[in-house]
């Protein structure tokens, strides 16, 4: 339930004389699970005491904050619910929790009733790609903790730089963690600390302790990820000799030699000894089991274990893995992949790969963390991606963020342990801009996760997430600006009528788009629905070849324009094509070149760019056919189309 009486507030704020400006926790984020609001307001002093009272009929977590004429009163069960009710009363009041008791604030008469959504509210830091300090993680942590996120995953290790301080490996603190140029994209070698030009850099023990401390004092629980066996290119530059022998440079550790589990289990250990947190994350993805085939340990591994493949060795060693952080009282955690890896129940899965994967643990059985890309991850443009800086991904907007529901499709949502944003960071140099992509996307990802979906309503959302975002940013936060926000392109946001639409397509022979972008297949290039900004959302079709099809409109009709957008995204092989031409017929044997259009294209951009191939003008003519011929560049790639609008 959720009662505003917004009229009352305003009355209240006329009887209230000092100069400290009103709040309301009906400008809370996340939005509580009930709100009664009354007529009044109570003024704190510093020398006034809140008072706490224990209700163990309250669940973890959740809390009850009554303001009213006698002040303020706190019931919990647990000191997470206290934490929250003061967070709550913080933001209402607008000040920081630890200054709560210390300042002058107002805030309105108020009864708020309050649990969580998901257990698991979770971010995920990219510590590798590049390496983020302590006193950023801090800030960081204070950010998340005033919106009631309460896990943060920690990347530690990944390709571009092994950043958890390990004393029984220690070159991977040197040449594991240091390499000779900073951009990630670039041809970068490991190299020592100390080499001229070199980036990098990792924790120290005492960093780890401070920073699992100053989460803790937040009810954050800090989650490591030791990343293996793919995405280790760092361990094998540091110790080579854990290359498989057929060595291809793919970053895999070699599962088959027993060196590289005397590894894993000792920097496990040192793990586990600075994280006191129930989930250790072994990551898992990606691995590209490239140099496993011809590898003579790995031959041997898969005779003695009797597996069928070379890639069944990443089931071994993650199942191997899994039993060494059972064997010592934790679980694990990996990404989705570890689905087939035949690990026991208490594994959890983390789903990256769309919630697909998260679904089908849930149908087995299995506890899952939803962390989609579709919805959550954030090293992606969160306005139009010509606007932005390049990302790895390219357009998630908040409001696509705030729409996702993780227990969504689940046979069980008591599975669903809730949901993380992810910030990978690989074009992610400076502290200000990941919280620049992190904000306010993340009060999107907070309310998904603490608030049900009955008091979620994105107009109201909206409002509090501007207010927020402007206080933050006072408090010295990057922070994305809402308010200049130009959103999807419109044409995507609802099926375009036109002349073409419905019209047969013909590809020449050997045109075909590729599964990954198919987007509807035979006819999605006449089907009225427009690509958005992302690559992705399913709309864009993508080919890896010249494109050449023609378009039967089945009659002759008055055509005075004729366009086709096409995006550009470097990081992902999308190039523009290099010319396109197009051509008109009445008749079907008689065909007129009207235009062959080039873009001014800058190959090497890195981030995404969008053509409108358009040709428009004089007397409507009347035309049958239209036939599209559109080449790619020296660089080849993908060429990507949405739609061809005929007007
Ligand atoms: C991932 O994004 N590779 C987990
Ligand atoms: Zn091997």
Redesign the pocket.
Known sequence: MRIRTYSLIVAAAALCSCSVEEGTVADVIPAPASVELSEGCYSHKPWSDIVYREDSSLGPEAYRLEVGQEGVVIASSDAAGRFYARQTLAMAAGVSEQKLDRRFWKVGFCKVEDSPRFPYRGMMLDVSRHFFGKDFIFKHLDAMAAVKLNRLHLHLTDSEGWRFPSESYPELNRTGAYRDKEPVFGGWTHCEPGTEGAYGGSFTRKDIKEIVEYADARHITVIPEIEMPGHSAEVLAAYPDL????ETRSG??????EE?FSLIFSVLDEVMELFPSEYIHIGGDEVTHK??AT?????R?IAEEGLESPKD?QGYLVRRVEEYVRSKGRKVIGWDEILGDGLSSDAAVMSWRGVDPGLEAVAQGRRVIMAPGTFCYFDTAQDFPEKERPTFGNYLPINQVYSFDPAAGASDPSLVMGVQANLWTELVDSGDYAEYLLWPRGFALAEVAWSQPSVKDRDDFRRRATALAREMKDRGYGMFDLESELGERLEATEPQDHLAKGAKVYFAEGVKWTDSYAAGGEGALTDGLCGGWAYKDGKWQGFLCDVCFMIDLEEPKPVSSISLLSMQNRVHGIYLPESLKISLSYDGTSFEPVGVLRPQADTEALGAKFFDFSISGGEPTPVRYIVIDARRGPKGGFLFFDEVIVR
């Open positions: 290359r498989c022998d057929s895999d550790l070699c599962p088959g030699k590289t140099s496993w590898c003579s340990d790995c031959a591994r060795l």
